[in-house]
């Protein structure tokens, strides 16, 4: 099997490249399956795969990642990879959007997207989580890895607040102007992850444990439009600093017993970052803004 990036020849059945460490083959970040060529959706549970993700500026990482943040990521590349973190996985999508663009002209399309995504990946930056993968009409982020943070969690959650807040203001200028409804959902969880390894190009590859990157999908897919469904993992970790909502023992695909299911509805006053002021301010900001 010959590696995209390098050319290199790897055995039959490799996952990552035995020469630069590259991902041979794409598979579904919500199940794992191996994503055939062309494929929009993923033909195992119907995760969005990429509509329309051919923006070179939605890329790679390096594309649209701010620069104080690609130097933070460059910086630890030396000593993160093959090193176990514990992390928030986020993933984030606009609710039915094959529905939404079907009859519009691609470069509408295109444009509205871009809006989505724009204020998508600006509310992971200003908490200084990191967009892995942008899937068309979503994306993937990690908090607490590349860059380390020891309140990932509460991280994450108060990125998908600002979410919620920057893509209704977006939606309801295009309800005055076009007549849509845009709504987006997100799935939060928290778990182990190993680095592999950080590209030039700031792409982290990494091997989820435990499930960790799996049930945040789960999360974003049983979301209703508008809202966040984070796991007890989270939770637990960002308890003091978010109020949420209990949804109960959901059942989960792939897993025997029921998974306790939260609904993030907001931030408590407290922080846990009060010892710094700059960064204190910015959450304050998300939460009122």
């Given at each position: 099997?010959?590696?995209?990036?390098?050319?290199?020849?790897?055995v039959?059945?490799?996952?990552?490249?035995?020469?630069?460490?590259?991902?041979?083959?794409?598979?579904?970040?919500?199940?794992?399956?191996?994503?055939?060529?062309?494929?929009?959706?993923?033909?195992?549970?119907?995760?969005?795969?990429?509509?329309?993700?051919?923006?070179?500026?939605?890329?790679?990482?390096?594309?649209y990642?701010?620069?104080?943040?690609?130097?933070?990521?460059?910086?630890?590349?030396?000593?993160?990879?093959?090193?176990?973190?514990?992390?928030?996985?986020?993933?984030?999508?606009?609710?039915?959007?094959?529905e939404?663009?079907?009859?519009?002209?691609?470069?509408?399309?295109?444009?509205?997207?871009?809006?989505?995504?724009?204020r998508?990946?600006?509310?992971v930056?200003?908490?200084?989580?990191?967009?892995?993968?942008v899937?068309g009409?979503g994306?993937?982020?990690?908090?607490?890895?590349?860059?380390?943070?020891?309140?990932?969690?509460?991280?994450?959650c108060y990125?998908?607040?600002?979410?919620?807040?920057?893509?209704?203001?977006?939606?309801?200028?295009?309800?005055?102007?076009?007549?849509?409804?845009?709504?987006?959902?997100?799935?939060?969880?928290?778990?182990?992850?190993?680095?592999?390894?950080i590209?030039?190009?700031?792409?982290?590859?990494?091997?989820?444990?435990?499930?960790?990157?799996?049930?945040?999908?789960?999360?974003?897919?049983?979301?209703?439009?508008?809202?966040?469904?984070?796991?007890?993992?989270?939770?637990?970790?960002?308890?003091?600093?978010i109020?949420?909502?209990?949804?109960?023992?959901?059942?989960?695909?792939?897993?025997?017993?029921?998974?306790?299911?939260?609904?993030l509805?907001?931030?408590?006053?407290?922080?846990?970052?009060?010892?710094?002021?700059?960064?204190?301010?910015?959450?304050?900001?998300?939460?009122?803004?």
């Amino acid at each position: 099997m010959q590696c995209s990036q390098c050319r290199h020849e790897n055995v039959a059945g490799a996952k990552f490249c035995g020469e630069c460490g590259a991902r041979l083959e794409a598979a579904c970040a919500a199940c794992g399956t191996v994503k055939p060529a062309g494929n929009k959706f993923c033909h195992e549970c119907g995760t969005a795969l990429g509509i329309g993700s051919d923006d070179a500026r939605f890329a790679s990482p390096d594309a649209y990642t701010p620069s104080h943040l690609a130097r933070k990521i460059l910086t630890a590349r030396a000593s993160l990879p093959g090193e176990r973190k514990k992390v928030t996985v986020l993933f984030a999508d606009l609710k039915g959007s094959l529905e939404l663009l079907a009859d519009r002209d691609p470069e509408d399309a295109r444009a509205l997207l871009d809006g989505v995504l724009e204020r998508l990946m600006e509310a992971v930056h200003r908490f200084e989580g990191t967009v892995n993968q942008v899937m068309g009409d979503g994306i993937m982020a990690l908090f607490g890895a590349p860059v380390a943070h020891e309140d990932h969690a509460t991280r994450a959650c108060y990125a998908a607040l600002r979410m919620h807040r920057s893509v209704t203001q977006y939606a309801e200028e295009l309800r005055r102007q076009q007549g849509l409804d845009v709504q987006i959902r997100v799935g939060i969880n928290s778990g182990d992850v190993v680095v592999r390894s950080i590209g030039t190009d700031l792409n982290v590859e990494y091997s989820a444990a435990g499930q960790t990157t799996h049930m945040a999908a789960r999360m974003e897919q049983l979301a209703r439009p508008g809202t966040t469904l984070i796991t007890e993992a989270t939770r637990r970790l960002a308890e003091r600093y978010i109020e949420v909502a209990p949804h109960g023992p959901v059942p989960i695909k792939g897993l025997k017993q029921p998974v306790e299911v939260f609904e993030l509805r907001g931030a408590t006053p407290a922080s846990r970052l009060q010892s710094a002021p700059s960064a204190l301010a910015r959450l304050r900001a998300a939460r009122g803004s």
